[in-house]
């Protein structure tokens, strides 16, 4: 009987613009679903860097939220646990869906680029996966997020985060190998690593179709990899 893969999947709060881009998320568990994997959704019990009126695009002054409460509906009520009590050895592999909170909330590479720093418990627990050698799968600009962690070790990815441009110059700042793609259905493998990195909405104009195509690569791949 083959072993069911237990599945780390940590969210930034729920919302493109302030947290998690929510299809990427769901998106990334109906993959894992219908692979039979078991999955735990995780987030800092923190609150977010700011609010953003997803209706006007404007930021909400004055309101605050918290990663994990937004987090939690995506993963349903209960069913979602702050980062900061988990232990990666719980774990068979790690996904990190995109949305700008991944660059707001776990660390504020949206502010600083690539002087920017990765919360405390956001990259204890990444780094616990690679130093495991336990494979991990980041959507979006959570390759970024990866590539900072990596950066503080001194150790070179090859990743992608779309076609190139400024993230690209980011990237290869920090010591990284940037891999252009043409599309969101793209996927590139860092063996070494086991890193699988695939852009979804870092192409703004993908169709669904394409982020659900690149997904669920990117999940077929990690797991293959556990």
């Not at 009520?77 to 909170?101: E, H, I, S």
């Not at 590139?188 to 990195?197: A, H, N, P, Q």
């Amino acid at each position: 009987m083959s072993k069911t893969h237990k599945v780390a999947v940590l969210l930034a709060g729920c919302g493109h613009m302030d947290g998690a881009e929510i299809r990427e998320a769901v998106l990334t568990l109906l993959s894992l679903d219908q692979r039979g994997a078991e999955y735990q959704c995780l987030a800092p019990d923190a609150m977010q860097a700011h609010v953003v009126n997803h209706a006007t695009g404007a930021v909400a002054e004055g309101e605050t939220r918290n990663m994990l409460a937004e987090a939690s509906r995506i993963s349903r009520f209960g069913q979602c646990l702050d980062v900061a009590q988990a232990n990666p050895m719980d774990f068979d592999a790690l996904f990190l869906p995109g949305g700008y909170g991944v660059a707001k909330n776990l660390c504020d590479f949206a502010l600083k680029g690539v002087e920017a720093t990765v919360r405390s418990d956001v990259a204890a627990f990444i780094q616990g996966f690679f130093a495991a050698q336990k494979p991990i799968g980041a959507i979006c600009i959570s390759p970024a997020l990866v590539a900072l962690c990596l950066a503080k070790t001194k150790t070179r990815a090859s990743l992608t985060l779309g076609s190139g441009g400024d993230i690209q110059v980011a990237m290869e700042a920090l010591g990284h190998a940037f891999q252009p793609v043409p599309s969101a259905r793209e996927i590139i493998i860092d063996e070494g690593l086991k890193l699988v990195t695939t852009s979804a909405y870092m192409f703004d104009d993908a169709r669904l179709s394409d982020i659900w195509i690149g997904i669920d690569r990117c999940v077929a791949a990690v797991l293959q990899r556990v």
